[in-house]
């Protein structure tokens, strides 16, 4: 995924995808051609959150406001702000893949109940279908070959490192919406269901300098952050999430599991506890895999 200056790019919209609102966070997605190009884009824009300093700026007389209701000693305006407190962010992944495409476009969620069996015979076969040039980005970023200038973090260890990079959900501004993503040298780990107790070095020295590297930078102590693996993953190269406590996505029941959650079962319970396990999820009905694990269990 890559971020472009939209002045330089002549779209014409091809399909309104979906508008999901999560607290003050407002992201809009759409598929678009660019003029002269081929294949589509999926283009993402962000609303900024506001900076604490800029609230006064928001309610100073350079914005103009319009009274919607007032009831007592409750007022609604709707009111037009300056440029300066009306910045987006817009990401762009192109070409975008049908997969790309499918995840942005609005859809209904089920939870599936993954079996070690169901895991072996469905869900294996169509990781190992997935070209690898699916997550060239992922390598790219390993090697050094993009988003250098974002690192913030890495241990080049080839068995126990990773480098850490900012998410680009977060816009590096605010802490409360401190969005990390630790991506890790190895390439033989494709998911959870990977991990067994050989692991446990790599998974504890993630979470360690993990939380020291973003302690040190952004000053935010381990007690304000989330750290957690996908399951499903968007893709399926390891890495693990970590995010401020006060960020409303992510973390979701159905989808994440907690980093220390995780090395605890391995430890204590089973060294190969997530190649048991069954695991329950939820799935969106446009991914791939769902349409083979709906096959199967027909």
């Known amino acids: 995924?890559?971020?472009?200056?939209?002045?330089?790019?002549?779209?014409?919209?091809?399909?309104?995808?979906?508008?999901?609102?999560?607290?003050?966070?407002?992201?809009?997605?759409?598929?678009?051609?660019?003029?002269?190009?081929?294949?589509?884009?999926?283009?993402?824009?962000?609303?900024?959150?506001?900076?604490?300093?800029?609230?006064?700026?928001?309610?100073?007389?350079?914005?103009?406001?319009?009274?919607?209701?007032?009831?007592?000693?409750?007022?609604?305006?709707?009111?037009?702000?300056?440029?300066?407190?009306?910045?987006?962010?817009?990401?762009?992944?192109?070409?975008?893949?049908?997969?790309?495409?499918?995840?942005?476009?609005?859809?209904?969620?089920?939870?599936?109940?993954?079996?070690?069996?169901?895991?072996?015979?469905v869900t294996l076969p169509y990781i190992r279908s997935i070209p690898a040039a699916s997550i060239q980005w992922v390598y790219n970023v390993l090697d050094k070959k993009a988003e250098v200038e974002r690192l913030i973090f890495e241990d080049p260890d080839a068995q126990l490192g990773f480098m850490l990079h900012p998410d680009l959900k977060w816009d590096q501004v605010t802490p409360e919406n401190l969005y990390c993503l630790a991506i890790c040298h190895r390439r033989d780990i494709q998911s959870l269901r990977d991990l067994t107790d050989a692991h446990l070095p790599l998974l504890q020295n993630i979470r360690a300098k993990g939380l020291q590297a973003i302690k040190e930078k952004y000053g935010i102590e381990e007690k304000y952050l989330r750290i957690y693996v996908h399951y499903q993953p968007s893709y399926y190269h390891f890495h693990v999430h970590f995010t401020h406590t006060a960020y409303p996505g992510g973390a979701v029941t159905g989808h994440?599991?907690?980093?220390?959650?995780?090395?605890?079962?391995?430890?204590?319970?089973?060294?190969?506890?997530?190649?048991?396990?069954?695991?329950?999820?939820?799935?969106?009905?446009?991914?791939?895999?769902?349409?083979?694990?709906?096959s199967a269990s027909n």
């Open 256 to 294: 994440a599991h907690l980093l220390d959650d995780i090395i605890d079962n391995i430890s204590n319970i089973c060294s190969d506890y997530y190649a048991k396990k069954v695991m329950n999820f939820h799935l969106g009905e446009n991914h791939p895999l769902f349409k083979l694990l709906e």
């Open 1 to 121: 995924m890559m971020k472009i200056s939209m002045m330089y790019l002549k779209m014409k919209m091809l399909l309104y995808l979906r508008v999901k609102d999560a607290l003050n966070l407002q992201v809009k997605s759409v598929v678009i051609r660019f003029e002269g190009q081929e294949g589509q884009a999926v283009v993402t824009a962000h609303r900024r959150h506001f900076e604490k300093d800029s609230l006064s700026k928001l309610l100073s007389g350079s914005t103009q406001t319009t009274l919607d209701f007032k009831n007592d000693i409750y007022s609604k305006f709707t009111g037009t702000a300056t440029a300066e407190l009306s910045l987006v962010t817009i990401d762009v992944v192109f070409p975008a893949t049908k997969k790309h495409i499918a995840k942005a476009t609005d859809q209904k969620f089920q939870m599936i109940r993954e079996t070690p069996e169901t895991y072996a015979s």
